[in-house]
Protein backbone atom coordinates (compact mmCIF):
# COMPACT_ATOMS: atom_id res chain seq x y z
CA UNK A 1 0.00 0.00 0.00
CA UNK A 2 1.26 3.48 -1.07
CA UNK A 3 2.83 5.74 2.00
CA UNK A 4 1.87 9.12 2.49
CA UNK A 5 2.85 11.67 5.22
CA UNK A 6 -0.74 11.06 6.93
CA UNK A 7 0.40 7.56 8.24
CA UNK A 8 3.44 8.85 10.49
CA UNK A 9 1.12 11.39 12.09
CA UNK A 10 -1.71 8.13 12.37
CA UNK A 11 0.89 6.65 14.19
CA UNK A 12 2.00 9.29 16.80
CA UNK A 13 5.48 9.56 14.88
CA UNK A 14 5.83 13.26 13.28
CA UNK A 15 7.65 13.07 10.03
CA UNK A 16 11.12 13.87 9.96
CA UNK A 17 14.12 14.90 7.51
CA UNK A 18 15.44 11.05 7.38
CA UNK A 19 11.45 10.01 6.31
CA UNK A 20 11.88 12.34 3.16
CA UNK A 21 13.71 10.83 0.18
CA UNK A 22 16.69 12.51 -0.72
CA UNK A 23 17.10 13.56 -5.07
CA UNK A 24 18.28 11.43 -7.35
CA UNK A 25 21.70 13.25 -8.46
CA UNK A 26 22.63 12.99 -11.70
CA UNK A 27 26.11 13.77 -13.49
CA UNK A 28 25.85 15.56 -16.77
CA UNK A 29 28.97 16.05 -18.78
CA UNK A 30 28.94 19.54 -21.00
CA UNK A 31 31.37 19.17 -24.17
CA UNK A 32 32.35 20.52 -27.30
CA UNK A 33 35.25 21.79 -28.88
CA UNK A 34 37.03 24.61 -27.88
CA UNK A 35 35.35 27.87 -27.26
CA UNK A 36 31.80 26.47 -27.89
CA UNK A 37 30.60 27.69 -24.87
CA UNK A 38 30.64 24.89 -22.59
CA UNK A 39 31.67 27.54 -19.45
CA UNK A 40 29.01 30.35 -20.49
CA UNK A 41 26.00 27.38 -20.18
CA UNK A 42 27.42 26.03 -16.90
CA UNK A 43 27.34 29.38 -15.49
CA UNK A 44 24.24 30.59 -16.71
CA UNK A 45 22.50 28.18 -15.72
CA UNK A 46 23.34 27.18 -12.39
CA UNK A 47 21.58 27.62 -8.87
CA UNK A 48 25.13 27.90 -7.12
CA UNK A 49 28.12 29.78 -8.16
CA UNK A 50 29.79 27.64 -10.68
CA UNK A 51 33.69 26.46 -10.02
CA UNK A 52 35.66 27.44 -13.24
CA UNK A 53 39.28 26.79 -13.93
CA UNK A 54 40.14 29.07 -15.90
CA UNK A 55 43.64 30.06 -17.07
CA UNK A 56 44.70 32.94 -19.36
CA UNK A 57 45.99 31.68 -23.07
CA UNK A 58 49.68 32.81 -23.21
CA UNK A 59 52.06 32.30 -26.18
CA UNK A 60 53.44 29.27 -24.71
CA UNK A 61 50.03 27.97 -26.56
CA UNK A 62 50.63 29.40 -30.18
CA UNK A 63 50.91 26.35 -32.84
CA UNK A 64 49.66 23.99 -29.74
CA UNK A 65 46.41 25.68 -29.88
CA UNK A 66 43.38 26.07 -32.46
CA UNK A 67 42.34 29.53 -31.88
CA UNK A 68 40.33 29.66 -35.44
CA UNK A 69 37.69 31.77 -35.37
CA UNK A 70 37.83 32.18 -31.87
CA UNK A 71 40.26 34.55 -31.85
CA UNK A 72 38.89 37.15 -29.52
CA UNK A 73 39.03 34.64 -26.93
CA UNK A 74 41.64 35.32 -23.48
CA UNK A 75 41.03 32.34 -21.59
CA UNK A 76 40.77 28.50 -21.45
CA UNK A 77 39.29 25.78 -19.24
CA UNK A 78 42.36 23.64 -18.15
CA UNK A 79 40.80 21.11 -15.81
CA UNK A 80 36.63 21.67 -15.61
CA UNK A 81 33.86 23.70 -14.93
CA UNK A 82 31.15 23.04 -12.56
CA UNK A 83 27.61 23.73 -11.46
CA UNK A 84 24.17 22.46 -10.24
CA UNK A 85 20.33 23.21 -11.03
CA UNK A 86 17.56 21.30 -9.52
CA UNK A 87 15.38 19.93 -11.69
CA UNK A 88 12.54 19.26 -8.73
CA UNK A 89 12.01 17.79 -5.60
CA UNK A 90 13.79 14.03 -7.68
CA UNK A 91 15.89 14.92 -9.23
CA UNK A 92 19.25 16.89 -9.13
CA UNK A 93 21.75 17.79 -11.88
CA UNK A 94 25.32 17.78 -11.11
CA UNK A 95 27.37 19.67 -14.74
CA UNK A 96 30.85 19.18 -15.41
CA UNK A 97 32.24 20.79 -18.33
CA UNK A 98 35.01 19.65 -20.42
CA UNK A 99 38.09 20.97 -21.20
CA UNK A 100 37.98 22.14 -25.10
CA UNK A 101 41.46 21.91 -26.52
CA UNK A 102 42.88 18.96 -27.37
CA UNK A 103 45.69 18.66 -25.15
CA UNK A 104 43.31 18.48 -22.05
CA UNK A 105 41.71 15.52 -23.65
CA UNK A 106 42.97 13.20 -21.62
CA UNK A 107 40.45 14.54 -19.28
CA UNK A 108 37.36 13.29 -20.78
CA UNK A 109 38.26 9.94 -19.42
CA UNK A 110 37.87 10.74 -16.26
CA UNK A 111 35.11 12.74 -16.34
CA UNK A 112 32.76 10.45 -17.71
CA UNK A 113 33.06 7.90 -15.33
CA UNK A 114 29.31 7.84 -13.91
CA UNK A 115 28.16 10.36 -16.23
CA UNK A 116 24.76 9.16 -17.64
CA UNK A 117 24.14 11.82 -20.26
CA UNK A 118 25.83 14.64 -22.18
CA UNK A 119 25.30 17.74 -24.12
CA UNK A 120 27.34 18.28 -26.79
CA UNK A 121 27.92 22.24 -27.70
CA UNK A 122 28.20 23.27 -31.29
CA UNK A 123 29.11 26.06 -32.91
CA UNK A 124 27.83 26.42 -36.61
CA UNK A 125 30.58 28.50 -38.08
CA UNK A 126 33.03 25.72 -36.58
CA UNK A 127 30.81 22.53 -36.42
CA UNK A 128 34.29 20.12 -37.11
CA UNK A 129 35.45 21.23 -34.01
CA UNK A 130 32.74 19.11 -32.08
CA UNK A 131 33.25 16.06 -34.27
CA UNK A 132 35.44 14.57 -31.60
CA UNK A 133 33.00 15.04 -28.32
CA UNK A 134 29.90 13.37 -30.67
CA UNK A 135 33.01 10.82 -31.66
CA UNK A 136 33.97 10.37 -27.53
CA UNK A 137 30.27 9.78 -26.64
CA UNK A 138 29.11 7.36 -29.56
CA UNK A 139 32.31 5.04 -29.18
CA UNK A 140 30.90 5.03 -25.32
CA UNK A 141 27.45 4.36 -25.40
CA UNK A 142 26.48 7.72 -23.61
CA UNK A 143 23.48 9.03 -24.62
CA UNK A 144 23.50 12.98 -25.10
CA UNK A 145 22.06 16.15 -26.90
CA UNK A 146 23.40 18.58 -29.32
CA UNK A 147 23.10 22.22 -28.80
CA UNK A 148 23.50 24.45 -31.30
CA UNK A 149 24.69 27.92 -29.85
CA UNK A 150 23.78 30.59 -31.51
CA UNK A 151 26.44 33.41 -30.51
CA UNK A 152 24.39 37.08 -30.34
CA UNK A 153 20.96 35.46 -31.54
CA UNK A 154 22.27 34.46 -35.17
CA UNK A 155 20.93 30.94 -36.90
CA UNK A 156 22.46 30.45 -39.84
CA UNK A 157 21.85 26.95 -40.24
CA UNK A 158 18.76 25.16 -39.47
CA UNK A 159 18.25 21.88 -37.15
CA UNK A 160 18.14 19.61 -40.20
CA UNK A 161 21.27 21.62 -41.82
CA UNK A 162 23.30 20.64 -38.47
CA UNK A 163 21.81 17.05 -37.90
CA UNK A 164 23.00 16.17 -41.80
CA UNK A 165 26.33 17.80 -41.41
CA UNK A 166 27.29 16.06 -38.00
CA UNK A 167 25.97 12.69 -39.27
CA UNK A 168 23.63 12.39 -36.00
CA UNK A 169 21.81 9.21 -35.10
CA UNK A 170 18.10 10.75 -35.78
CA UNK A 171 17.22 9.90 -32.26
CA UNK A 172 19.65 12.42 -31.14
CA UNK A 173 17.90 16.20 -30.25
CA UNK A 174 18.86 18.81 -31.45
CA UNK A 175 18.05 22.29 -29.78
CA UNK A 176 18.97 25.84 -30.92
CA UNK A 177 19.77 28.92 -28.84
CA UNK A 178 21.65 31.44 -27.29
CA UNK A 179 23.66 29.71 -24.18
CA UNK A 180 24.24 33.16 -22.66
CA UNK A 181 20.47 32.91 -21.53
CA UNK A 182 19.29 30.75 -19.11
CA UNK A 183 15.60 29.26 -20.60
CA UNK A 184 17.92 28.20 -23.89
CA UNK A 185 20.28 26.05 -21.06
CA UNK A 186 17.74 25.05 -19.28
CA UNK A 187 16.31 23.96 -22.09
CA UNK A 188 19.02 21.71 -23.20
CA UNK A 189 19.15 19.77 -19.93
CA UNK A 190 15.46 19.12 -20.10
CA UNK A 191 15.70 17.76 -23.70
CA UNK A 192 18.56 15.37 -22.40
CA UNK A 193 16.49 14.49 -19.04
CA UNK A 194 13.17 13.61 -21.54
CA UNK A 195 15.87 11.49 -24.23
CA UNK A 196 17.67 9.63 -21.00
CA UNK A 197 13.63 8.58 -19.96
CA UNK A 198 12.79 7.38 -23.32
CA UNK A 199 13.97 4.12 -22.57
CA UNK A 200 18.19 4.63 -23.51
CA UNK A 201 19.73 5.09 -19.95
CA UNK A 202 16.96 4.96 -16.95
CA UNK A 203 17.25 7.59 -14.38
CA UNK A 204 18.63 6.54 -11.10
CA UNK A 205 16.72 6.49 -7.97
CA UNK A 206 17.02 7.35 -4.22
CA UNK A 207 14.69 6.11 -1.39
Known amino acids: MPYSDS ?3 QAGNPVSADTVAAPAAVKILIAGGFGVG ?5 GSVSEIPPLHTEEQLTVAGLGVDDLDGVENKT ?8 GRITVSSRLVLYLFGTPGQERFWFM ?4 VHGALGAVVL ?16 ESRGVPFVVGVNCFDGVRD ?3 PEVRDALDLDPNVPVLMGDLRERPAS ?11 MAGRAPLPTRR
Request: hydrophobic content about 50%.
Open 7 to 9: DEH
Open 38 to 42: KTTMV
Open 75 to 82: TTTVALDF
Open 108 to 111: WNDL
Open 122 to 137: VDTRRLESSFAAIDFF
Open 157 to 159: RTV
Open 186 to 196: RDLLLALINHL
